[in-house]
């Protein structure tokens, strides 16, 4: 069975600063996708940024960015010039062959102004 | 519309009533989940729905009782819970439930959930 690994249940940042929140995952496929997904306090579960595994180019969309270790197994996010909208609770997921989205326990991103 | 509409938005139930809650999405996709979320915990997947039929049940109680009537709508009827019930209810709905293939990008696109409290 697949696992996604978050070691930092808690993160902080200064407004404008860099942050990076780790994620490591095991399986046995080569095929698969890896996710960010935000989720405010306000609650609904949004997507951050995806990364396809046969793709070896890092995925970017605007601040953020990823740091794909196929061989690793390792999806961090980095999120450049951090704004105080970006304090939320981040899962990194993995989707396989099975139908089911695994995701870690989570890392809890406070922006300090 | 990118949306994932669910309703109600909070519920309270008592351990003997009937209630459903109710997602709907319009975006032509044709996998459905239902996940169920405790606070400051990552979501736990239920069941996923493929092409309007029950893929996966990841063991949940009969008290829960999914349903989709057709490709846009997925229910969840609960009878008989537990105050451990207690929790956000996610429905979420993909292009397809397997891996990505043309232009199916594989991102699980969530409602905003609902709270439901049992008593």
């Known amino acids: 069975a697949q696992t996604v690994t978050q070691s930092q249940p808690e993160m902080s940042v200064q407004e404008a600063e860099t942050v990076t929140l780790s994620c490591t995952y095991d399986?046995?496929?080569?095929?698969?996708?890896l996710f960010w997904y935000k989720q405010p306090p306000s609650r609904q579960m949004i997507l951050v940024i995806r990364?396809?595994?046969?793709?070896?180019q890092n995925a970017t969309e605007n601040r953020f960015s990823v740091n794909f270790q196929k061989a690793a197994k390792s999806f961090s996010l980095k999120i450049s010039d951090s704004q105080l909208g970006d304090a939320a609770m981040y899962f990194c997921?993995?989707?396989?062959?099975?139908?089911?989205?695994?995701f870690g326990k989570g890392t809890l991103l406070t922006v300090n102004p | 519309d990118t949306e994932v509409t669910q309703t109600p938005k909070h519920l309270v139930m008592g351990m003997t009533n009937k209630k459903s809650l109710k997602c709907e999405q319009h975006?032509?996709?044709?996998?459905m989940y239902w996940y169920k979320q405790k606070a400051k915990k990552p979501p736990e997947l239920m069941f996923v729905?493929?092409?309007?039929?029950?893929?996966i049940n990841e063991s949940v109680p009969s008290r829960f009782s999914p349903e989709c009537p057709n490709s846009s709508l997925l229910n969840l009827h609960l009878h008989a819970l537990q105050p451990e019930d207690s929790a956000l209810y996610l429905c979420?709905?993909?292009?397809?439930?397997?891996?990505?293939?043309?232009?199916?990008?594989?991102?699980?696109?969530f409602g905003e959930g609902s709270r439901l409290t049992v008593l």
């Open positions: 997921a993995y989707k396989g062959s099975n139908y089911k989205l695994t």
């Open positions: 990364q396809e595994a046969y793709k070896q």
């Open positions: 729905y493929s092409y309007e039929k029950l893929s």
């Open positions: 975006m032509g996709h044709r996998a």
């Open positions: 399986t046995s496929e080569s095929d698969y996708y």
């Open positions: 979420a709905s993909s292009q397809e439930a397997g891996l990505a293939g043309g232009a199916n990008t594989g991102e699980l696109f």
